[in-house]
């Protein structure tokens, strides 16, 4: 069964520090690797990874795939109290060949900026 | 506000009421899901349609009917529910079925049952 592991599973910081966020799998057939940010609500989408070692960017996030080591890594620096959130990664699983839109989900890193 | 919107944010129901959730999705997307988030699990898919027919029904009990009208709509009819299926109900949806297409989340339905 395809797995998804988060970790840190908590983490407190200070507005101006930097934090990785890691995300390991084990799934049949990989096809891509996805980051989404949850504020208590919607999860919003914040990167897909298909290719090793090319660094998606966005502001102060980044991210980058190692399929060879099974993990990503999501970096936020300069955090800021507006980053507190559950970073969740998740998996397409891959049913023979057919995407049925199943995400296999990591259990979240819950991340607290303090001013 | 996001793309996707559900209705009711919150719901408190009995174990003998019938109540629906409603999601709608306006980014012209053919995908649309239920998730499920319980405290401390990780997101649970339910069901999955494509262009209003059901592609996946993931092991739910019968309690949970979902139903699909048109490709923005989505419903999951609720009876008959127990405790343990107090979570937060998420509603997505993508642009198509596919592995490099993301999901867009509405903002959840928190369902308690008392």
């Known amino acids: 069964e395809d797995k998804v592991v988060q970790s840190p599973l908590s983490l407190v910081v200070h507005e101006g520090d930097t934090v990785t966020l890691n995300c390991s799998y084990e799934?049949?057939?990989?096809?891509?690797l996805l980051w989404y940010k949850q504020e208590k609500k919607a999860p919003t989408f914040l990167f897909m990874l298909?290719?090793?070692?090319i660094e998606k960017k966005s502001g102060r996030l980044s991210s980058i795939l190692d399929k060879k080591e099974l993990f990503s890594i999501l970096n936020i620096t300069a955090t800021q109290t507006g980053d507190s959130a559950v970073y969740l990664c998740?998996?397409?699983?891959?049913?023979?060949?057919?995407?049925?839109?199943?995400?296999?989900f990591g259990q979240g890193t819950i991340l607290t900026v303090h001013p | 506000e996001t793309g996707v919107t559900q209705t009711p944010r919150h719901l408190v129901m009995g174990m003998t009421n019938k109540k629906s959730l409603k999601c709608e999705q306006h980014l012209g997307h053919n995908a649309m899901y239920w998730y499920k988030q319980s405290a401390k699990k990780p997101l649970e898919l339910m069901f999955v349609y494509s262009l209003e027919e059901r592609v996946e029904n993931n092991s739910v009990p019968s309690r949970f009917s979902p139903e699909c009208p048109n490709s923005s709509h989505l419903f999951l009819h609720l009876h008959t529910l127990q405790p343990e299926d107090s979570a937060l109900y998420l509603c997505?949806?993508?642009?198509?079925?596919?592995?490099?297409?993301?999901?867009?989340f509405g903002n959840g339905t928190r369902l308690t049952v008392t």
């Open positions: 998740a998996t397409p699983v891959d049913a023979g060949g057919t995407s049925y839109g199943k995400l296999t």
């Open positions: 298909t290719s090793s070692g």
């Open positions: 799934v049949t057939n990989f096809r891509s």
């Open positions: 997505a949806s993508s642009q198509f079925l596919g592995y490099n297409s993301p999901l867009h």
